[in-house]
Nanobody, 120 residues
């Protein structure tokens, strides 16, 4: 079982930056692929970014490529999402996720989410 706790959300103006963090419990973090998803009001949850176990492979949604960067610090059991050049359409609840398998599979564990609001 993996427990995930997100932090770092908030209100920011368009063009600004935020860094989200996700603290993971347990001793298996370095062997677990991780990802970020988001859900805007009235929309389905969507993929944002993912990173392999030791950070060599990363994937991004087209909508965030070049603006968001996913990274991890295995020694700290922490996942990050650096978000730059934020747009109002980035407003959503952002969820941290852990995969028992590879990043191409469906996540198996979810955090409770952190709200990101981008004002125009």
């Amino acid at each position: 079982q993996v427990q995930l706790v997100e932090s770092g959300g908030g209100l920011v103006q368009a063009g600004g930056s935020l860094r989200l963090s996700c603290a993971a419990s347990g001793s298996t973090f370095s062997r677990t692929a991780m990802g970020w998803f988001r859900q805007a009001p009235g929309k389905e949850r969507e993929f944002v970014a993912a990173i392999s176990r030791i950070g060599i492979i990363t994937n991004y949604a087209d909508s965030v490529k070049g603006r968001f960067t996913i990274s991890r610090a295995n020694a700290k059991n922490t996942l990050y999402l650096q978000m730059n050049s934020l747009k109002p359409e980035d407003t959503a609840v952002y969820y941290c996720a852990a995969y028992r398998d590879s990043i191409g599979s469906k996540p198996d564990y979810w955090g409770q989410g952190t709200q990101v609001t981008v004002s125009s």
